[in-house]
């Protein structure tokens, strides 16, 4: 077992195989819930609607890495579950334990221990929570609210419509398919459940619920079964299959198995999307939204024990001179298509705004993203630097601050000037008050907007998306300087912890000025990204900025309905509690001695700030 599993797990683990005691694809089994559910009222229905990675090469060796070793790692992680360790350990505690298990694979999908409601009751709500999906939740993923040509709106909502046709009519949908559709019918129940109260919460969380299990259920037999030539689903389906899992864990809050399907999702990405020889647009647009949130989850994931470390690519031998200026050229150096496409995780620094989607999936720019996946490598370096100094793959000190100033000068000197950013129009070198009242009506929107969409609502989207941006700009000022220089005193971030709030609040805003101003066009809030304020919100200090950051974390949590905004409130409490604990035993001083990182590794913490 050990000789297939091995080239399989390398992509994922540096030593040992501790990391897969997380992972997703244990068995389980499940039975009809005890009690029965109760449906919700029709006024209760309307009130419901209203890594680290390791240094791999850019194009990676699959030789020895074929399909059928592929589906062996994958069916082994059965093998090392423990049953406390299962992902869905609370749920199937809850089902009949005495229930056997099916011994044909087809029984997978939609067999009756995996639907707790009678055949005939089966998908009577899919139509309701497609388009509940279809309305609300998929504006809930980018804050690009009137983009029509998002892998949501032109992947994942035609693949689950498409399988229900084919279940209706009597069809078997393949196994990918309908854990897509399983998938996006547990996210929409889960927003349903976020929004309603009473009966109708337990009514959708139960639903959910259901739905969530046969999602994974039927993930593990498309992995199981359609990696082979004679029956191979198809790439895409099975890749937003993976990604539907890691929604459902953010929707559902459930976040502990984020970091193992991102994974799978990276192995198959490696194995069958890399390595065609015309890579699509819609297979980019899949790859950069696995690529978004799994920067987001590293940022976040200081302290991996079982994983290798995100480390930064070396540069360049010309650039060695420890002149910084030499280390400016890659950023500026233009990607060429080739490579830009192949570096899934922004390792190699340079230029690729003609080439990238971030902007049109979240319209953020991928300079930006670039300069935050370097932070969190070079973050990462520090850390095996002070662990083991002398360890051969441990950065000299001379070479981490040399590194650490360029990058510093890269972050100060961010252009957000560029046609690929919603600042577009804004001068970058004017202050922060003249750019915060620029309006950006001429700024860069990605081409696929609502044609329905009113222009006040979509100009009013693009001055939101420009502080979000901004936002994101100062808090990754703030999250440079903890995790590269882990600052002894939170006073010199103040001014950019301040920043930040000012543009997330700036958001609101617009938000509520467009809803006073032009209800009939108001289209719901703008989805708000977790990782600018929770890195902000660490560090601030004082009871009317801490206040700011508190009100923000509640009013997105509530009209988003995502339990991520409370889950990272929880944390950075805990910081400031564990703070202030030792300011006061320091006599005031030392207080920013505790940081984030120190409490996310020590509770054992997994956060999602996407």
Avoid at 58 to 76: G, M, R, T, W, Y
Avoid at 206 to 221: F, I, M, P, T, W
Avoid at 565 to 591: H, I, L, P, T
Wanted: hydrophobic share 40%; glycine share 6%.
């Amino acid at each position: 077992m050990a000789a297939i599993v091995g080239p399989c797990l390398r992509l994922e683990l540096s030593e040992g195989n501790d990391g897969l005691a997380h992972g997703p694809f244990a068995v389980f089994k499940c039975a009809r819930p005890a009690s029965p559910v109760v449906p919700p009222t029709a006024n209760e229905e309307d009130q419901a609607f209203s890594g680290l990675l390791p240094d791999l090469d850019l194009i990676p060796d699959v030789v020895d890495f074929n399909d059928e070793q592929f589906v062996a790692a994958l069916s082994a992680i059965d093998q090392v579950f423990d049953a406390q360790e299962q992902p869905y350990a609370d749920e199937a505690q809850q089902c009949d334990q005495g229930l056997p298990l099916s011994g044909n694979p087809t029984d997978l999908f939609l067999t009756p221990y995996l639907n707790p409601y009678p055949d005939s009751m089966a998908h009577r709500d899919a139509s309701l929570l497609l388009n509940n999906y279809k309305d609300h939740v998929i504006r809930l993923f980018s804050p690009l609210k009137y983009h029509r040509k998002t892998p949501w709106n032109i992947l994942q909502l035609p693949c689950a419509m498409t399988t229900l046709a084919e279940i209706t009519m009597g069809y078997k949908a393949s196994y990918a398919r309908a854990s897509v559709f399983n998938g996006v019918m547990a996210i929409s129940a889960f927003n349903l459940s976020a929004s309603s109260t009473s009966t109708a919460k337990t009514y959708w969380n139960g639903v959910a619920n259901s739905y969530r299990l046969q999602a994974h259920e039927s993930l593990k037999a498309s992995l199981e079964h359609e990696m082979s030539v004679q029956k191979k689903a198809k790439y895409k389906e099975m890749l937003m299959a993976i990604l539907c899992m890691v929604t459902i864990s953010a929707f559902s809050g459930a976040t502990e198995n984020t970091r193992a399907y991102l994974l799978d999702a990276e192995r198959l990405i490696r194995l069958r999307g890399l390595t065609k020889p015309r890579i699509s647009r819609k297979a980019r647009l899949l790859h950069h939204h696995y690529a978004y949130i799994r920067l987001m989850h590293e940022t976040t994931s200081p302290s991996c024990k079982n994983a290798a470390p995100f480390r930064i690519t070396d540069w360049a031998s010309d650039e060695t001179n420890d002149d910084d200026g030499d280390l400016e050229h890659p950023w500026k150096r233009e990607k060429s298509f080739d490579i830009g496409v192949h570096d899934l995780h922004l390792e190699i620094a340079g230029d690729f705004t003609k080439h990238t989607l971030y902007p049109d999936v979240y319209g953020i720019p991928e300079s930006l993203m670039l300069l935050i996946s370097q932070t969190t490598r070079l973050g990462n370096e520090r850390e095996a630097m002070m662990s083991a100094p002398n360890s051969p793959t441990s950065p000299s000190p001379a070479q981490f601050f040399r590194r650490a100033r360029a990058l510093e000068r890269a972050i100060c000197q961010w252009d957000d000037d560029e046609p690929s950013s919603p600042l577009h129009s804004s001068n970058s070198s004017s202050s922060s008050s003249s750019s915060s009242s620029s309006s950006s009506s001429d700024s860069y929107y990605p081409p696929g907007t609502d044609t329905d969409a009113h222009p006040a609502a979509v100009a009013a989207n693009r001055r939101a998306l420009a502080h979000l941006v901004r936002a994101m700009r100062a808090a990754l000022v703030v999250y440079f300087y903890r995790r590269v220089h882990d600052v002894a005193s939170t006073a010199i971030l103040q001014p950019s912890v301040a920043r930040t709030i000012e543009h997330l609040e700036r958001i609101q805003d617009e938000d509520d000025a467009m809803a006073a101003t032009a209800p009939a066009e108001y289209d719901g809030y703008t989805t708000g990204i977790v990782w600018p304020g929770f890195v902000a919100a660490c560090e601030a200090e004082g009871e009317g900025l801490r206040g700011r950051f508190e009100r923000w974390f509640e009013v997105q949590e509530r009209k988003s309905g995502v339990p991520l905004f409370g889950k990272a409130a929880g944390v950075v409490r805990m910081v400031w509690g564990r703070r202030d604990g030792v300011g006061k035993k320091n006599g005031g001083g030392g207080a920013g001695c505790v940081s984030w990182v120190d409490v996310v590794r020590e509770e054992g913490v997994t956060l999602l700030c996407t």
